[in-house]
């Protein structure tokens, strides 16, 4: 479970965050619907301490990692898989070796046992025949499922997808949201989505949060979003979409 | 400053963990050592001929060209050898370091790892460092050695000076404080050029635009600093010896 308590966040000048709560409990997908530039991946970055709040607290699984060293939470990070809007892939290693890199790095697991979770990741995203290949030679979707790969070869509790469909075409969009929700029904897998397509959110989420000029302005029950009557929420609701 | 004094202090903490990361740090003394030799016996060669050209001009005015070999070699060793081979470095370690993590970071390849356990300055940083400095000092041996030959190749073939008469002026007359300032620069350029470029690189914000600000910050600053550092480790040693 992650919790964001009382965050306040500041860069410079400027208020990015201002007393934001949220829980995410484990086995549940909870999407983060906003604007471009209003700091929704500046959460994600929150819960996995790359960032540090000015005020406010974040737990995963009851531990507070608000101030914990650099080093000690690294160990915390494993629990959490992170697919980052443009991937992040190592761009002069080939699929396998990006999927294994962190395996081998940070796990001191036999090279078979490497080599076996690779695999499973290779088929799990549909990726067969193009184990030795560079990042760059794939399509956009593909390049996504190597990177849902990577975070998912830690068997890690919860993953973390920053805008996961943004950049796709419909038919690359579909197929990534359709992994995210087998990843729960079949991984028993919790998941944060940041995203600001709205049809993301209906499409996978279980719950809600919107974040509006650096405030939650609802969170709740996905289905529970047409309830609201807060202006903005009616406005995307209305639009269908949110480039603000 | 701060950070980048962290940032410093960080990539020497993580010393200890040279074997985890020793491939990282083969490839790295490749980069930086190996692959760095071309330049530094081009940069060593101009140098020499051109101090044994311009410096026998000057002394034959004299009557003192015999004195050739012993005043190129302290130039060689002790000042433009280093500070030449210094710059080059610069320019070619560091704007490789300097773009390269630069990408990493705006394309957030260092915050993933991070977010997946890896810490990058023990990953990135560290081998960088540790290659540089251990390979810096044969570079600067191999520039000395270039820069004597062919300044003893221009006394003979441009101002007819006897080899002989070359080499026994330089080798009685150079001190061990001659080397010592000349390999101490080895040293102390290799960390500021890999931090300080490192270092730009991490800092990289704003897209291809900003990788190549951070960059030329890096190339520039550091280039600064070793020219700074040449005048006074050579001053600090040879009032001190």
């Not at chain 1, 604007?35 to 819960?47: A, E, F, Q, R």
């Not at chain 1, 390049?143 to 997808?161: E, N, S």
């Not at chain 1, 469909?165 to 995210?180: M, W």
């Not at chain 2, 710059?87 to 300097?98: E, H, Q, Y």
């Amino acid at each position: 479970m992650i919790e964001l308590e009382n965050i306040s966040l500041k860069y410079g000048d400027k208020e990015i965050l201002k007393n934001v709560s949220i829980t995410v409990q484990d086995n549940t997908i909870k999407a983060i619907l906003g604007p471009s530039g209003v700091g929704k991946s500046t959460i994600l970055k929150l819960m996995l301490g790359l960032i540090k709040p000015n005020s406010g607290k974040v737990f995963v699984d009851g531990t507070d990692i608000t101030s914990m060293k650099e080093t000690s939470l690294y160990n915390i990070r494993r629990k959490m898989g992170m697919v980052f809007q443009g991937n992040a892939l190592f761009d002069s290693m080939t699929i396998s070796q990006n999927l294994g890199f962190f395996l081998r790095e940070n796990l001191n697991l036999p090279l078979n046992e490497v080599n076996r979770r690779v695999a499973e990741q290779i088929q799990f995203a549909g990726l067969e025949g193009y184990e030795d290949q560079l990042p760059e030679s794939l399509s956009g979707g593909m390049r996504k499922r190597v990177a849902i790969g990577r975070a998912l070869i830690f068997k890690p509790h919860m993953i973390l997808f920053d805008e996961p469909t943004a950049g796709l075409d419909p038919v690359s969009s579909k197929k990534i949201l359709s992994l995210i929700s087998s990843l729960r029904h079949n991984n028993n897998l919790g998941a944060v989505i940041v995203t600001h397509i709205i049809d993301d959110v209906f499409s996978v989420a279980d719950s809600v949060a919107v974040l509006y000029q650096g405030e939650i302005i609802f969170d709740n029950e996905t289905k529970k979003l047409h309830e609201s009557q807060h202006p903005f929420i009616r406005s995307i609701l209305s639009d269908n979409i949110l480039e603000l | 400053m701060q950070d980048f004094f962290l940032f410093s202090v960080r990539a020497f903490a993580t010393i200890p963990k040279i074997k985890r990361y020793w491939r990282d740090f083969l490839d790295q003394t490749t980069i930086c050592g190996t692959d760095s030799i071309p330049i530094v016996l081009v940069s060593a060669i101009s140098i020499g001929s051109l101090l044994a050209i311009e410096v026998g001009n000057l002394l034959e005015d004299f009557g003192a060209k015999t004195m050739l070999g012993r005043s190129t070699s302290i130039s060689v060793i002790r000042e433009l050898g280093p500070l030449l081979m210094g710059l080059m470095l610069s320019a070619r370690f560091g704007s490789r370091n300097g773009a390269e993590l630069g990408a990493m970071q705006i394309s957030e390849q260092i915050d993933a790892l991070r977010a997946f356990g890896t810490d990058p300055i023990a990953k990135l940083v560290m081998p960088r460092l540790v290659a540089a400095l251990i390979m810096f000092l044969p570079l600067i041996a191999l520039s000395d050695f270039a820069g004597l030959q062919s300044a003893a190749y221009m006394a003979e073939h441009y101002h007819r000076l006897d080899p002989g008469i070359f080499w026994n002026s330089v080798y009685p007359r150079l001190a061990p404080k001659d080397f010592v300032v000349g390999f101490l620069k080895a040293p102390v350029f290799a960390i500021i050029i890999t931090l300080v470029s490192s270092f730009n690189g991490f800092s990289a914000r704003g897209g291809t635009a900003g990788v190549g600000r951070s960059t030329i910050k890096g190339i520039v600053v550091s280039s600064g600093l070793v020219l700074i550092a040449n005048f006074y480790v050579s001053k600090i040693v040879l009032e001190n010896m």
